[in-house]
């Protein structure tokens, strides 16, 4: 976990969050609310006629058994009220989350370009950042919030993300290429940027991602409205039975209380399930907003379960995406032992994975480093955008490493060794990137950076396979290597010098046959494919393009991430179908407890059924509204953590969760029901 | 249990499982237009009628051209047989000289047997002519079983295509599965029956003088001709108000055996039929392996509880177990000629079935036995079902269980490659919720009408049944009476007749619309992440979701009809 995730992640249970859900479960009573749940909606509707019959018998407007009519309808306001905090709790880290958010979009004031002049000294009006819209020009200087989204046009700058990943480290955004898309919000700390706007206000990144945490713009997923179609035909089927069953009880002469009656009904409806569902799919959306990626809707992360085909960047998601160093290749007349230690000593402040690795391969060779040397007083040169190089300067000596043609510059016409450059060119060949060194601008020889599989990368990919899912390589290396390294990490299939269109052309390829495809991409060029692919992943570092297109983004730009994502949509699909399975199990035993109760009186052999040895009529019936309603907030903890996720092969998946939540979905509540009745008859039903 | 029932059963399940795959094979080959050894034969009738009627067979169509077909074709069938009946009177082949029909029993009768549902508020020998019978009522023992078979065919073509936008042609499907099945069985398995004892012909009722000296009619008629298509097409309307308990219609336990096993015949060999156009025939074995548990079930249920008899009787100083000489158990309503054995087996087929045909008195049964063929029909009337009707009925519990148990492998859940989404579900539901609102819907009317309760012959939960079995006979296209109650009035022939419409085109339209829409979306692949439906434990689960769904919806109404009835059986109280 890395450390911005120990900062943003609050508990599911904090304090803050279950206060908060307790004032918003009663509002989210509102029947036109309610309504979007038909079946708590019918629980709302039980609970207003037995409330109603209660209070008929409290003012003694009808006989009976006032007592048991008041606990009967409490219960089911409980069970209604166990619903809409289960939602409410799944929308607390999210609220949260909108809170800080909003924060961020203080009034900010914009600096609105009004000559076309190049270069930072242009005319501009202060504007209020309301005021803004899509394509007007602004200037960011170091110190200003960005006012809006957009795209770098001019400059290069340092910016401070860490409003929406939590990230404090800056990041580097420039006009043109992969990285100029700045987010409104967040802060430039170096350097200065002129940005065309690309959103209206309201309709901005944070905008969007406010509505998303909260849930406000939240729709049901494909997925959600066939289960709550389902749900709903159940519970009109079971309102018929129990219709019909009131029309067969008075042929019998012996008729059922409304309060009985109800309490069969709700304890037959689907209510667990129907209580939980929508707390299920926003906390399948809160825990992929926690692994801070952003999901555009739940569609995708419901679509996210079903992919078949993963397309992954060979890059930072199957390699390391910053290469180790793994050999010193000296320069004529310079031992590797003098390479190494100028390395290691370029590379002390540079905390880069590159950089670190090459401390650890020095420090192999050359163990550490001599006192004097690291006594010395040094200046450090960070890497900058615009030398590519990095370095320092001791005791009157500049060292510096960075990219080859950089150094060539410094070191100067002929500078640079002739076996220097075949080495240079041999790394390259192979895959990976060569990086020089250079001491008061004589070139001491190249650090060969290289591709690592990340570690687990194997097992993983196995476990996808398991999963029924392909993993499709994408990388721009030619096929020799490609191959190499697919075989390494144990891919099923690559796709080597990936251009655009050989990537849309795959999509489609697979589409065709009725797979779904998921993939990663930043650039503005990945953008068809992120649009034409059933889940997109844009990292947050990538063009706003590419962000646009896909329905995912990455705050975190890490793309291995896309698995995740895969096992939470599997996760949220098998969550809903294993509280289904266990709501609808569960009526066995409601019935065994209820309709013995409700025409004992009439009929003493049906005792017969009373299997629990259930106390009483009342008992039996109120313990069943009990458990009913108590089984809701027992489940609220496994309805947004999801059910536990392993990846194993559909048929294992489905063994298990049978057994689980369907057999004990039959067991469960005839210990239940039996148990809170020998607490309910203490109390003398 | 006894042994020679073991074996009398175990000999049903062998011949059953011997039809399945020759039928298959051949069913197969008549749905795909492929030649086979009827062709020389058939072929120039059935291109000749093709010709008559300006029937295009290459012309593939919509779903909703399909259903349109369809339902022309059952509205002017239902409207031409209420004008036969009306106008017996005048018509020929009467030679008792019958009346004609009252417009309510009409309307029932003729809505009754284009549903394939054969309910019958009438004795057929006092109330239809032999024209009325065989112009009128056979014609649809024909094509509403041939109806029932092409909607089995074009939902299976939906479910088995990928990206296409016809479920084929519906007067092909009806004329073939007419031609090629339903006749060619219907004489051969004729002559045999009429080999065994059954009469067939056009003679006016003979009057016999019994050995006391009483005058007897005993009714004569085409009955062989029509037994064949009762059973091989699940419509069970029988010759004589007795059905299959009657001498002329089933005259030996050897007629009696093959009649169940002509009910069962089609209905399974379409589940083979399934699985080779979906070339997997695992697919196929099981939903035959669900049905076959199912029909087990109830079976050695009803059996037990037949065999067991009443022990009220004992009390009463009866012997109830089977001896050398006797059949111990509950004789009541059965026939001498079957024994227990036969007589649960077929009740259990015909209600398994939607045929209706009865050889003994279901009414008569201990609650449990009763209950039996009531929870069958409950069920929708899916093991292995009628003649089509069970095969598409059971895709309704098979979208169900796939939604449901689809889920929890963490995939959007699909069938044969192909996603369940909300419009399945909502179409699924939509066929479910009508057969439950007609079953106990109208049951809950009728109920607490005093003028419908005049009908019955019988008070309190036994009474009660009566009712529920009438209703749910009619919605499940059964047609099977549980006696005891006078039908044949009008709140009960117009109720029951909308049971029968609502039963058959509210499940018939939307599966033949989940077809279409399932015909055009793309197969997926099978991987390690997808949910087998080919295995016995997918054929388990569809038993459960079956089971729980219809057991939870139906539980109220059975605990107070056939549950409490034994209940009170067992202490000594009879209805």
């Known amino acids: 976990m890395s450390k911005h995730e120990v900062h943003k992640q609050k508990s599911l249970f904090d304090p803050a969050i279950v206060k908060r859900a307790l004032v918003d479960s009663i509002k989210k009573l509102d029947p036109r609310l309610l309504w979007k749940s038909p079946v708590m909606f019918v629980v709302e509707i039980g609970a207003v006629l037995t409330t109603a019959s209660w209070v008929r018998e409290l003012t003694g407007f009808s006989s009976g058994d006032a007592v048991f009519s008041g606990l009967i309808s409490a219960w089911l306001w409980f069970t209604v009220l166990f619903a809409t905090f289960a939602e409410a709790m799944a929308e607390g880290r999210g609220k949260a989350q909108a809170d800080a958010l909003r924060k961020t979009k203080t009034e900010t004031m914009a600096k609105r370009v009004t000559g076309d002049t190049v270069g930072k000294g242009v005319q501009f009006t202060q504007v209020n950042a309301t005021m803004l819209r899509k394509g007007d020009i602004v200037l960011i200087e170091a110190g200003d919030i960005i006012p809006g989204d957009g795209d770098a046009v001019e400059g290069v700058a340092s910016i401070d993300e860490s409003a929406i990943t939590g990230e404090s480290a800056p990041v580097i955004r420039e006009s043109g290429g992969d990285r100029s898309a700045v987010t409104g919000g967040t802060r430039i700390i170096s350097d200065w940027l002129k940005v065309k706007i690309t959103s209206n206000p309201g309709e901005t990144f944070i905008d969007r991602m406010i509505g998303l945490v909260e849930g406000a713009s939240r729709q049901k997923t494909p997925n959600e409205i066939a289960l709550t179609i389902l749900l709903s035909g159940m519970t009109i089927i079971f309102v018929v039975a129990l219709v019909a069953l009131q029309s067969f009880a008075t042929y019998l002469a012996s008729p059922v209380s ?129 030398t590519r190089m990095s370095g320092v300067d001791m005791g009157g000596s500049a060292i510096r490493k960075g990219a080859v043609d950089a150094i060539a510059r410094l070191a100067g016409p002929g500078g640079m060794p002739p076996e220097v450059t075949a080495q240079v060119e041999r790394i390259a060949k192979s895959g990976g990137t060569p990086l020089a060194v250079a001491q008061d601008g004589r070139v001491l020889g190249v650090i060969h950076l290289k591709d690592i599989v990340k570690p687990g990368m194997r097992e993983r990919f196995e476990q996808l396979r398991a999963m029924g899912i392909k993993t499709v390589m994408i990388t721009g290396d030619n096929p020799l290597t490609a191959r190499a390294i697919a075989e390494e990490a144990g891919v099923d299939d690559f796709l080597a010098e990936a251009t655009p269109e050989a990537k849309m052309a795959l999509i489609r390829k697979e589409q065709a046959m009725g ?68 709501s609808i199990a569960n009526d066995v035993a409601k019935y065994f407890a209820i309709i013995p109760a409700m025409f004992m009186a009439a009929f003493p052999e049906l005792a017969a059924l009373n299997i629990m040895g259930l106390h009483s009529p009342q008992s039996a019936i109120l313990s069943a509204v009990i458990f009913n309603a108590l089984i809701i907030v027992a489940l609220i903890p496994l309805a947004l953590k999801g059910i536990k996720y392993r990846p194993l092969g559909a048929a294992a998946v489905l063994r298990r969760n049978i057994l689980v939540y369907g057999v004990g979905g039959v067991i469960i509540p005839f210990i239940g029901i039996k148990a809170i009745d020998l607490v309910v008859s203490a109390f003398g039903f | 249990m006894t042994t020679n029932g073991i074996i009398q059963l175990l000999a049903f399940v062998l011949a059953l499982v011997l039809v399945t795959k020759p039928l298959g094979i051949f069913l197969t080959r008549v749905f795909s237009n492929e030649r086979n050894f009827l062709t020389p034969v058939v072929g120039p009738l059935e291109r000749l009628i093709y010709r008559l009627c300006g029937v295009k067979p290459n012309a593939e169509m919509k779903w909703t051209t399909y259903s349109m077909a369809m339902l022309m074709f059952s509205v002017v069938g239902a409207i031409v047989l209420y004008g036969i009946m009306r106008l017996q009177d005048i018509l020929p082949w009467n030679p008792q000289g019958l009346g004609a029909v009252a417009p309510d029993l009409s309307f029932n009768t003729a809505v009754s047997f284009v549903t394939n549902t054969n309910w019958q508020a009438y004795s057929g020998e006092s109330t239809m002519s032999y024209f009325t019978q065989m112009a009128g009522l056979a014609f649809h023992n024909f094509v509403s079983a041939a109806t029932g078979i092409a909607i089995a065919v074009a939902v299976t073509r939906g479910l088995v295509r990928s990206s296409a936008q016809t479920l084929g042609n519906f007067w092909v499907d009806l004329v073939r599965a007419t031609l090629y099945v339903l006749l060619p069985i219907s004489i051969v398995v004729g002559l045999i029956f009429v080999a065994g004892g059954m009469v067939q012909n056009l003679s006016p009722y003979v009057t016999a003088i019994t050995l006391e000296g009483a005058k007897q009619i005993i009714p004569m008629g085409p009955v062989a001709s029509q037994e064949v298509i009762k059973m091989l097409g699940t419509n069970g309307g029988g010759f004589f108000n007795a059905n299959s308990a009657h001498p002329f219609e089933n005259p030996a336990a050897w007629t009696s055996f093959i009649q169940v096993l002509l009910i069962f015949s089609i209905g399974s060999g379409l589940t083979y039929m399934f699985g080779r156009m979906a070339k997997d025939q695992r697919q196929g074995w099981a939903i035959w392996g669900a049905m076959m548990f199912l029909f087990l079930a109830g079976l050695v249920t009803c059996y037990m509880s037949e065999q067991s008899g009443n022990p009220i009787l004992e009390k009463a100083g009866i012997e109830r177990a089977a001896t050398e000489t006797q059949s111990g158990g509950n004789m009541e309503g059965k026939e001498v000629r079957f024994g227990i054995t036969q007589s649960a087996l077929f009740a259990t087929v015909t209600t398994d079935a939607s045929c209706g045909a009865v050889n003994g008195m279901h009414d008569s049964f201990t609650p449990i036995g009763g209950m039996v063929p009531l929870f069958n029909m409950m069920l929708g009337e899916v093991i292995f079902g009628g003649v089509g009707s069970g095969l598409y009925g059971m895709f309704v519990f098979v979208l169900i269980s796939v939604f449901i148990a689809g889920l929890m492998v963490g995939r959007t859940p699909e069938y044969l490659g192909k996603k369940i989404e909300s419009k399945e579900v909502k179409l699924a539901m939509l066929a479910l919720l009508s057969l439950v609102f007609c079953m106990l819907g109208f049951t809950a009317w009728a109920v607490v009408r005093p003028d419908a309760l005049k009908s019955l012959a019988n008070t309190g939960p036994h009474g009660l049944t009566e009712i529920l079995y009438a209703f749910t006979s009619a919605t499940a296209n059964n047609g099977s009476a549980f006696a005891g109650l006078s039908a044949n009035t009008p709140f009960f022939n117009v109720t029951l007749g909308f049971a029968m419409l609502f039963g058959r085109f509210f499940v018939i339209v939307p599966m033949l619309a989940v077809a279409g829409s399932m015909a055009k979306k793309t197969a997926v692949p099978v991987s390690h992440g997808t949910f087998l439906t080919n295995t016995p434990l997918f054929g388990t689960l569809l038993v459960m979701v079956i089971l729980i769904v219809g057991g939870l919806t139906f539980f109220p109404a059975l605990s107070l009809g056939p549950i409490l009835e034994h209940l009170l059986m067992q202490a000594g109280k009879l209805f």
């Open chain 1, 515 to 582: 797979k779904l495809v998921a993939m990663t991409g930043d650039g503005t060029n990945d953008a068809p494919a992120l649009a034409q692919a059933d889940v997109g992943v844009a990292m947050n570092t990538g063009t706003m393009a590419a962000k646009e297109a896909a329905n995912m983004v990455d705050l975190d730009s890490n793309p291995t991430k896309l698995i995740e994502v895969v096992e939470i949509g599997k996760q949220l699909l098998m969550t809903r179908g294993a509280l289904t399975t266990f």
């Open chain 1, 258 to 386: 409304i309060v009985v009656m109800v309490s069969l009904l709700i304890c037959l409806i689907p209510t667990t399930i129907g209580g939980l569902l929508s707390a299920i799919g926003i906390a399948g959306i809160d825990r992929v907003l926690q692994r801070n990626v952003l999901a555009m809707s739940g569609r995708a992360v419901e679509a996210a379960g079903d992919v078949s085909t993963l397309l992954l960047d060979k890059t930072g998601t199957i390699t390391i995406g910053n290469r180790m160093a793994t050999e010193f290749l000296p320069a004529p007349g310079v031992t590797i032992e003098a390479l190494a230690q100028t390395a290691h000593l370029s590379s002390l402040s540079d905390e880069t994975p590159e950089g670190r690795s090459i401390v650890a391969l020095a420090e192999q060779i050359t163990r550490d480093l001599p006192f004097e040397l690291l006594s010395a007083a040094k200046t450090f040169i960070p890497f900058s955008a615009h």
